[in-house]
Protein backbone atom coordinates (compact mmCIF):
# COMPACT_ATOMS: atom_id res chain seq x y z
CA UNK A 1 0.00 0.00 0.00
CA UNK A 2 0.74 3.50 0.34
CA UNK A 3 2.41 4.63 3.98
CA UNK A 4 2.79 8.59 4.69
CA UNK A 5 5.44 9.75 7.65
CA UNK A 6 4.92 11.08 10.32
CA UNK A 7 1.61 10.73 11.06
CA UNK A 8 1.26 13.90 12.83
CA UNK A 9 3.38 17.13 12.85
CA UNK A 10 3.45 20.35 14.94
CA UNK A 11 5.93 23.16 13.76
CA UNK A 12 5.95 27.01 14.17
CA UNK A 13 4.76 29.46 11.74
CA UNK A 14 7.81 30.42 9.10
CA UNK A 15 9.67 26.90 9.56
CA UNK A 16 10.09 24.15 6.51
CA UNK A 17 8.37 20.75 6.63
CA UNK A 18 9.13 17.46 4.50
CA UNK A 19 6.50 14.78 4.28
CA UNK A 20 7.33 11.49 3.28
CA UNK A 21 4.81 8.92 1.04
CA UNK A 22 6.02 5.62 -0.49
CA UNK A 23 3.84 4.52 -3.04
CA UNK A 24 2.65 1.67 -4.14
CA UNK A 25 4.76 -0.59 -5.91
CA UNK A 26 5.46 -0.12 -9.47
CA UNK A 27 3.44 3.12 -9.46
CA UNK A 28 4.80 5.70 -11.57
CA UNK A 29 2.67 8.70 -10.47
CA UNK A 30 2.01 10.48 -7.05
CA UNK A 31 -0.03 13.41 -6.51
CA UNK A 32 -0.25 15.04 -3.09
CA UNK A 33 -3.34 16.70 -1.99
CA UNK A 34 -4.12 19.63 0.62
CA UNK A 35 -7.34 18.44 2.85
CA UNK A 36 -8.08 21.36 5.32
CA UNK A 37 -11.16 20.33 8.15
CA UNK A 38 -14.51 19.89 6.87
CA UNK A 39 -13.40 20.23 3.33
CA UNK A 40 -12.56 17.85 0.13
CA UNK A 41 -8.58 17.05 -0.68
CA UNK A 42 -7.12 20.06 -2.90
CA UNK A 43 -4.76 19.32 -5.71
CA UNK A 44 -1.44 20.33 -5.24
CA UNK A 45 0.73 18.74 -7.66
CA UNK A 46 1.83 15.49 -9.36
CA UNK A 47 4.67 14.04 -10.11
CA UNK A 48 5.61 11.86 -13.01
CA UNK A 49 8.67 9.53 -13.73
CA UNK A 50 10.26 11.81 -11.71
CA UNK A 51 9.40 15.21 -13.17
CA UNK A 52 6.48 17.51 -12.00
CA UNK A 53 3.61 16.76 -14.37
CA UNK A 54 0.70 19.16 -13.51
CA UNK A 55 0.37 21.43 -10.57
CA UNK A 56 -2.71 23.37 -8.50
CA UNK A 57 -3.17 26.64 -7.23
CA UNK A 58 -1.12 26.16 -4.21
CA UNK A 59 2.65 28.68 -3.90
CA UNK A 60 6.14 28.02 -5.43
CA UNK A 61 6.95 27.42 -1.70
CA UNK A 62 4.87 24.12 -1.81
CA UNK A 63 7.38 21.78 -3.95
CA UNK A 64 7.90 18.12 -4.41
CA UNK A 65 10.32 15.30 -5.38
CA UNK A 66 10.09 11.32 -6.78
CA UNK A 67 12.39 9.27 -6.52
CA UNK A 68 13.23 5.83 -8.52
CA UNK A 69 12.60 4.11 -5.46
CA UNK A 70 8.63 4.57 -4.80
CA UNK A 71 9.55 7.38 -2.47
CA UNK A 72 8.41 11.06 -2.63
CA UNK A 73 8.55 14.16 -0.78
CA UNK A 74 6.28 16.96 -0.05
CA UNK A 75 8.18 19.85 1.16
CA UNK A 76 6.63 23.48 2.48
CA UNK A 77 8.74 26.56 3.16
CA UNK A 78 7.68 29.59 5.65
CA UNK A 79 5.04 27.62 7.20
CA UNK A 80 1.65 29.25 7.55
CA UNK A 81 -1.05 28.85 10.12
CA UNK A 82 -3.04 28.23 7.21
CA UNK A 83 -0.80 25.20 6.05
CA UNK A 84 -2.58 23.14 9.10
CA UNK A 85 -3.95 20.79 7.41
CA UNK A 86 -4.29 16.77 6.52
CA UNK A 87 -1.34 16.21 3.83
CA UNK A 88 -2.62 12.76 1.49
CA UNK A 89 -0.80 11.33 -1.20
CA UNK A 90 -1.84 9.12 -4.07
CA UNK A 91 0.12 6.72 -5.88
CA UNK A 92 -1.04 5.23 -9.66
CA UNK A 93 0.08 3.66 -12.92
CA UNK A 94 -0.94 7.33 -14.31
CA UNK A 95 -3.42 7.15 -17.40
CA UNK A 96 -6.43 9.21 -17.75
CA UNK A 97 -8.57 6.21 -15.61
CA UNK A 98 -6.78 4.79 -13.28
CA UNK A 99 -7.44 4.22 -9.97
CA UNK A 100 -5.36 6.38 -7.02
CA UNK A 101 -4.51 4.56 -3.89
CA UNK A 102 -3.93 7.03 -0.87
CA UNK A 103 -1.80 7.32 2.53
CA UNK A 104 -3.42 7.67 5.78
CA UNK A 105 -2.43 11.50 5.22
CA UNK A 106 0.20 13.85 7.97
CA UNK A 107 -1.94 15.59 10.12
CA UNK A 108 0.17 18.95 10.15
CA UNK A 109 -0.43 21.98 12.94
CA UNK A 110 1.17 25.35 12.18
CA UNK A 111 1.24 26.98 15.51
CA UNK B 1 -10.98 24.75 -6.19
CA UNK B 2 -13.72 22.45 -5.77
CA UNK B 3 -14.99 20.99 -8.97
CA UNK B 4 -18.11 18.83 -7.46
CA UNK B 5 -20.34 19.21 -4.73
CA UNK B 6 -22.05 16.94 -2.63
CA UNK B 7 -25.55 16.90 -1.78
CA UNK B 8 -26.73 16.19 0.74
CA UNK B 9 -23.69 17.79 3.13
CA UNK B 10 -25.00 15.21 5.99
CA UNK B 11 -27.33 12.42 5.96
CA UNK B 12 -28.26 10.61 8.99
CA UNK B 13 -30.19 7.38 8.58
CA UNK B 14 -30.52 3.85 10.93
CA UNK B 15 -29.08 0.74 9.88
CA UNK B 16 -30.29 -1.18 7.09
CA UNK B 17 -32.14 1.57 4.99
CA UNK B 18 -30.30 3.13 1.71
CA UNK B 19 -28.57 5.79 1.46
CA UNK B 20 -27.98 8.21 -1.60
CA UNK B 21 -25.39 11.20 -2.51
CA UNK B 22 -25.63 13.12 -5.23
CA UNK B 23 -22.68 14.58 -7.04
CA UNK B 24 -22.45 17.48 -9.09
CA UNK B 25 -19.50 18.93 -11.43
CA UNK B 26 -18.63 22.15 -13.63
CA UNK B 27 -16.67 20.36 -16.51
CA UNK B 28 -16.29 17.60 -19.51
CA UNK B 29 -14.85 14.76 -17.58
CA UNK B 30 -13.19 11.01 -18.58
CA UNK B 31 -14.21 9.29 -15.55
CA UNK B 32 -16.06 9.81 -11.83
CA UNK B 33 -14.80 8.10 -8.97
CA UNK B 34 -16.18 7.65 -5.39
CA UNK B 35 -14.19 7.49 -2.30
CA UNK B 36 -14.82 6.81 1.42
CA UNK B 37 -13.46 8.66 3.98
CA UNK B 38 -13.09 7.60 7.88
CA UNK B 39 -12.39 9.53 10.79
CA UNK B 40 -10.40 12.33 8.53
CA UNK B 41 -8.17 9.67 7.46
CA UNK B 42 -7.06 8.26 4.25
CA UNK B 43 -9.33 7.51 1.36
CA UNK B 44 -10.78 4.44 -0.13
CA UNK B 45 -11.34 4.10 -3.42
CA UNK B 46 -15.19 2.55 -4.08
CA UNK B 47 -15.85 3.00 -7.67
CA UNK B 48 -14.98 4.33 -11.14
CA UNK B 49 -17.50 5.21 -13.50
CA UNK B 50 -15.94 5.85 -16.97
CA UNK B 51 -17.76 8.87 -19.16
CA UNK B 52 -19.50 6.39 -21.57
CA UNK B 53 -21.02 4.33 -18.82
CA UNK B 54 -24.17 4.84 -17.24
CA UNK B 55 -24.12 2.86 -14.63
CA UNK B 56 -22.15 0.83 -12.00
CA UNK B 57 -22.69 -1.53 -9.21
CA UNK B 58 -19.73 -2.63 -6.48
CA UNK B 59 -21.27 -5.17 -4.15
CA UNK B 60 -23.58 -2.75 -2.24
CA UNK B 61 -22.99 0.31 -4.31
CA UNK B 62 -25.04 1.52 -6.97
CA UNK B 63 -23.16 4.32 -9.04
CA UNK B 64 -25.37 6.56 -12.10
CA UNK B 65 -23.45 8.91 -14.39
CA UNK B 66 -25.94 11.52 -16.15
CA UNK B 67 -22.57 13.28 -18.30
CA UNK B 68 -25.75 15.69 -19.90
CA UNK B 69 -26.38 16.59 -16.49
CA UNK B 70 -23.32 16.56 -15.11
CA UNK B 71 -24.68 14.59 -12.17
CA UNK B 72 -23.56 11.30 -10.26
CA UNK B 73 -25.35 9.74 -7.63
CA UNK B 74 -24.32 6.69 -4.98
CA UNK B 75 -26.51 4.73 -3.76
CA UNK B 76 -25.10 2.25 -0.96
CA UNK B 77 -28.07 -0.64 0.01
CA UNK B 78 -28.91 -1.99 3.14
CA UNK B 79 -26.71 0.26 5.21
CA UNK B 80 -23.85 -0.74 8.09
CA UNK B 81 -22.78 1.38 11.03
CA UNK B 82 -19.64 0.01 9.22
CA UNK B 83 -20.53 2.66 6.56
CA UNK B 84 -20.52 5.72 8.13
CA UNK B 85 -17.75 7.96 6.80
CA UNK B 86 -17.50 10.92 4.66
CA UNK B 87 -17.79 9.83 0.96
CA UNK B 88 -16.57 12.65 -2.02
CA UNK B 89 -17.17 12.19 -5.60
CA UNK B 90 -13.60 13.18 -7.80
CA UNK B 91 -13.56 14.02 -11.53
CA UNK B 92 -10.18 13.96 -13.36
CA UNK B 93 -8.87 16.18 -15.77
CA UNK B 94 -9.30 15.65 -19.32
CA UNK B 95 -6.52 18.23 -20.07
CA UNK B 96 -3.87 15.71 -20.41
CA UNK B 97 -2.54 14.68 -16.75
CA UNK B 98 -3.74 13.17 -13.99
CA UNK B 99 -5.17 15.62 -11.72
CA UNK B 100 -8.58 14.78 -9.52
CA UNK B 101 -11.04 17.17 -8.43
CA UNK B 102 -12.66 16.15 -5.31
CA UNK B 103 -16.36 17.57 -4.59
CA UNK B 104 -16.80 19.16 -0.86
CA UNK B 105 -18.19 15.84 0.58
CA UNK B 106 -21.39 14.01 1.98
CA UNK B 107 -20.94 13.08 5.70
CA UNK B 108 -22.88 9.68 6.10
CA UNK B 109 -24.13 8.74 9.90
CA UNK B 110 -25.46 5.28 10.15
CA UNK B 111 -27.13 4.80 13.65
CA UNK B 112 -27.21 1.16 15.09
Known amino acids: GVTQSPTHLIKTRGQQVTLRCSSQ?????VSWYQQALGQGPQFIFQ???????GRGNFPPRFSGLQFPNDSSELNVNALELDDSALYLC????????????FGQGTRLTVV | SQQGEEDPQALSIQEGENATMNCSYK?????LQWYRQNSGRGLVHLIL?????REKHSGRLRVTLDTSKKSSSLLITASRAADTASYFC????????????FGTGTKLQVIP
Open chain 2, 49 to 53: IRSNE
Open chain 1, 47 to 53: YYREEEN
Open chain 2, 90 to 101: ATDDPGGYQKVT
Open chain 1, 90 to 101: ASSLGGASTEAF
Open chain 2, 27 to 31: TSINN
Open chain 1, 25 to 29: SGHNT
